[in-house]
């Protein structure tokens, strides 16, 4: 059964780049699944479909991060990572990696109920 692992840095500094990479065991990223995705939850808050990145490598982000959201992956690791640049105090989340397989449309890989697969979330917190 396929696993995700987030891994990064729990501190990050106001202003820098938050980084974050996902492993994968179990399933292959460019075969098991259609979309994976970085999915946050800030205190006291819901769920926040960050971006995902599609099978084949197609990237498509939240209208709201796109202008400081990157992800990418390499597939001879079976990982995917999350770059968010410029980062406030109001980053400050859980975050996750997730995989699911339940369409193409944006409605439903942009709505994190539509994810099977999760990690454990790893705890980021920007503070100088």
């Known amino acids: 059964q396929v696993q995700l692992q987030e891994s990064g840095p729990g501190l990050v500094k106001p202003s820098q780049t938050l980084s974050l990479t996902c492993t994968v065991s179990?399933?292959?990223?460019?075969?098991?699944?259609?979309?994976w995705s970085w999915i946050r939850q800030p205190p006291r808050k819901g769920l926040e479909w960050m971006g995902v990145?599609?099978?084949?490598?197609?990237?498509y982000y939240s209208p709201s991060l796109k202008s400081r959201t990157s992800i990418s992956r390499d597939t001879s690791k079976n990982q995917f990572s999350l770059q968010l640049k410029s980062v406030t105090p109001e980053d400050t989340a859980v975050y996750y990696c997730?995989?699911?397989?339940?369409?193409?449309?944006?409605?439903?890989?942009?709505?994190?109920?539509?994810?099977?697969?999760w990690g454990q979330g790893t705890q980021v917190s920007v503070s100088s």
């Open positions: 997730a995989a699911g397989d339940d369409g193409e449309d944006r409605t439903v890989y942009s709505d994190p109920s539509s994810y099977d697969y």
């Open positions: 179990g399933g292959s990223i460019t075969t098991s699944y259609y979309a």
């Open positions: 990145i599609a099978y084949d490598g197609s990237t």
